[in-house]
RNA sequence: GGAGACGUGGCCGAGUGGUCGAAGGCGGUUGACUCGAAAUCAACUGAGCAGCUUGCUGUUCCUAGAGUUCAAAUCUCUACGUCUCCGCCA
């Protein structure tokens, strides 16, 4: 959510925004609601006041009819409350402004490409996609995903979920021991207000998966539980910044994204990701947000894949992202680079809605802190991209070498 | 799921209708003492909103919501949560 007072002292630029996100919304809404809002607070405090006066003191002379006051107050009150909750309501769905770095575009063919790392290998056979490759080897079962549960489910088996398994400690060791990421277990289901203070509600109810019985959601990704994690408090500005990490799997509807990626791994209901969540102070959020992504690409590194970063312009980025990198691996079946993380500074957007904020070391009023997050990085993408990269003519897998002490010392998957 | 107890500031904890944004303690900040630290002493130390002379005034907030009352942290109801005992259970 952004500053009311930032939207109306600002109402140009920010309209401009909405016009690059290709967001359709008048602000005068929002200038006429918050003027009423005024006006109602007005007159209810100054009849407030003067109840006050009297239930103090039983001298005070001035004319005052308590029970006409009440009357009144009490319907201000209740104008306020509807006010109040249909500019909240607006407010809620407005999306975060953007970094003056955030490029301006369509679409993500807009997307400047920052850098590229490594060479896509040369193959001297065709190389096949990960589905032709795990099959035949036993260790993706996409026909009894679909049995137990539906279309974008999948079973892994033998090696494949042996390699799930041993990726996700791999990254969660590099992230912990030598990233200095706290490790974290959250629930994997959470309450509606934890969903809005990271953003993904009220908008995106479609996207996620919700127990209606519990009225919990399945989390959409870590990013949700561990950025709530320190919501509604006031932390000192020399705890900061946090950071945090946690495996956790992945619940998305994937609304709207019917036909895209329906064959393989690479789009499923159920995925598992590795989260890096940073919480610190706006002076640092952009260094953050670089050490950020260089944390996921380093897993990319050591795991030798090739990958590339782009900057998401202004139409490609998220709700509540200011400015987001994307990191893409080499996916040779596609023979192109293909999202496998994605690194997002928020600013205060999100801590402004979960009412996250610091006490600033010089001891002056608390301030809303900056929340950072990014996939470090999406377990099932990564193992398409060592099966599609590390592919044999003769149809097995070698383990890359970081991952080989993370499978007992097998350097090679086959049949 | 059944029975009981309880929800007060960063934390602990007093407060059972107005003098309470809330005693006291811990913690924190500053100052004094000290070569320095500790100890000790003193002062200060919650948040939101509105207004304007930007430092003050007003207002709201004692889990949340509703109610009683001229007046609610305090009384009533509901919800949620925590704890204890019992049941069930990985």
């Known amino acids: 959510m952004l500053d009311i007072k930032y939207i109306l002292a600002n109402q140009a630029e920010y309209a401009e925004v909405l016009k690059n996100r290709h967001f359709d919304f008048d602000l005068?809404?929002?200038?006429?609601?918050?003027?009423?809002?005024?006006?109602?607070?007005?007159?209810?405090?100054t009849l407030k006041a003067m109840r006050n006066r009297k239930s103090k003191s039983a001298d005070a002379t001035e004319e005052f009819d308590p029970k006409a006051a009440k009357a009144r107050i009490k319907e201000l009150d209740s104008e306020l409350a509807e006010v109040e909750k249909e500019l909240h309501d607006y407010m809620m769905t407005l999306p975060n402004k953007?970094?003056?770095?955030?490029?301006?575009?369509?679409?993500?063919?807009?997307?400047?490409?920052?850098?590229?790392?490594?060479?896509?290998?040369?193959?001297t056979f065709e190389p096949k996609a990960h589905w032709?490759?795990?099959?035949?080897?036993?260790?993706?079962?996409?026909?009894?995903?679909?049995?137990?549960?539906?279309?974008?489910?999948?079973?892994?088996?033998g090696m494949g979920a042996r390699m799930e398994r041993a990726l996700v400690n791999f990254m969660l060791d590099m992230h912990t021991k030598k990233?200095?990421?706290?490790?974290?277990?959250?629930?994997?289901?959470?309450?509606?207000?934890?969903?809005?203070?990271?953003?993904?509600?009220?908008?995106?109810?479609?996207?996620?998966?919700?127990?209606?019985?519990?009225?919990?959601?399945?989390?959409?990704?870590?990013?949700?539980?561990?950025?709530?994690?320190?919501?509604?408090?006031?932390?000192?500005?020399?705890?900061?910044?946090?950071?945090?990490?946690?495996?956790?799997p992945c619940f998305r509807r994937e609304a709207g994204s019917a036909g895209r990626d329906v064959r393989g791994l690479m789009r499923q209901h159920q995925f598992d990701k590795v989260e890096m969540v940073k919480i610190c102070t706006p002076e640092t959020s952009y260094d953050e947000l670089e050490k950020l992504t260089n944390n996921a690409a380093e897993v990319l590194e050591t795991l030798g894949l090739p990958y590339r970063v782009v900057n998401l312009c202004s139409g490609d980025i998220g709700f509540g992202s200011a400015k987001t990198y994307d990191l893409e691996v080499w996916l040779p079946s596609q023979n192109k680079y293909r999202e496998i993380s994605s690194c997002s500074n928020c600013e205060d957007f999100q801590a402004?809605?979960?009412?996250?904020?610091?006490?600033?070391?010089?001891?002056?009023?608390?301030?809303?802190?900056?929340?950072?997050?990014?996939?470090?990085?999406?377990?099932?993408?990564?193992?398409?991209?060592?099966?599609?990269?590390?592919?044999?003519?003769?149809?097995?897998?070698?383990?890359?070498?970081?991952?080989?002490?993370y499978m007992d010392g097998i350097t090679r998957i086959t049949r």
């Open 179 to 248: 990233h200095g990421y706290l490790e974290v277990e959250p629930p994997f289901m959470v309450r509606s207000a934890i969903l809005e203070g990271t953003g993904q509600l009220p908008k995106f109810a479609e996207d996620l998966y919700r127990l209606q019985n519990d009225d919990l959601w399945l989390i959409p990704t870590a990013e949700v539980p561990l950025t709530n994690l320190n919501r509604e408090s006031i932390l000192e500005e020399k705890d900061l910044p946090l950071y945090y990490t946690a495996y956790t």
């Open 132 to 157: 032709d490759i795990a099959e035949p080897l036993g260790i993706m079962d996409f026909e009894k995903g679909v049995m137990l549960a539906q279309s974008r489910f999948t079973v892994l088996k």
């Open 98 to 123: 953007l970094s003056s770095t955030t490029p301006i575009g369509n679409d993500e063919n807009d997307n400047p490409v920052v850098r590229t790392w490594g060479t896509p290998r040369e193959f």
């Open 352 to 405: 402004r809605r979960m009412s996250l904020r610091y006490r600033p070391a010089d001891g002056g009023r608390p301030v809303f802190a900056h929340t950072l997050n990014g996939s470090g990085i999406a377990v099932g993408r990564t193992l398409i991209a060592i099966i599609e990269n590390y592919q044999n003519e003769d149809g097995s897998v070698n383990v890359p070498e970081a991952l080989v002490p």
């Open 28 to 45: 005068n809404v929002i200038a006429e609601l918050d003027s009423r809002r005024r006006k109602i607070i007005g007159e209810t405090e």
